[in-house]
C-alpha cells in the first residue's frame, strides 16, 4: 500500500483498516503531496517505533518527532512508485497484482483479499 503522511483519504483508510483483522500490510511511504509529506516521512521512518509513529500520526493527529537517519528506503518507495505509475494516495496493491487506487470501503477490501490468494 502507498500513502502519503499529508493524505486526507490515506488517513481515513488507516482508520477503516483497523477493523480488519487478520491481514499483514506492507506500507510503503510515499510522500507526493509536498515538501512536508517527505519531512514527515522521513520522520516516520527514523522513528525508533515506524509502526506505532506512523498509526499515532495516521489515526490520532500525534506529530511524529523529530529524527534523522538514512531514508534512501524513502527515496526508493519514491522511485519505485513513479516506476508503477502509482498517481495518487492511497493506492493498494494485492498479492494477485491487483492495484486498486483511492480509500475503498472494508466491505471491497475483504472482496479482494478474498480473491487476491492471500
Known sequence: MFEDPNCGYC??????????????????????????????????WCAKDKAKTWQDWMVRDVTPPVASCDTSAVDRNVKLGHQFKINGTPTLVFANGLRVPGAIGIDQIEKHLGTSGS
Do not use: A
Open 11 to 44: 488517513k481515513r483508510f488507516e482508520q477503516s483498516l483497523e477493523k480488519i483483522n487478520n491481514v499483514t500490510v506492507s506500507l510503503f511511504l510515499y510522500p507526493v503531496l509536498g515538501p512536508d509529506s517527505g519531512v514527515k516521512s522521513k520522520y516516520i
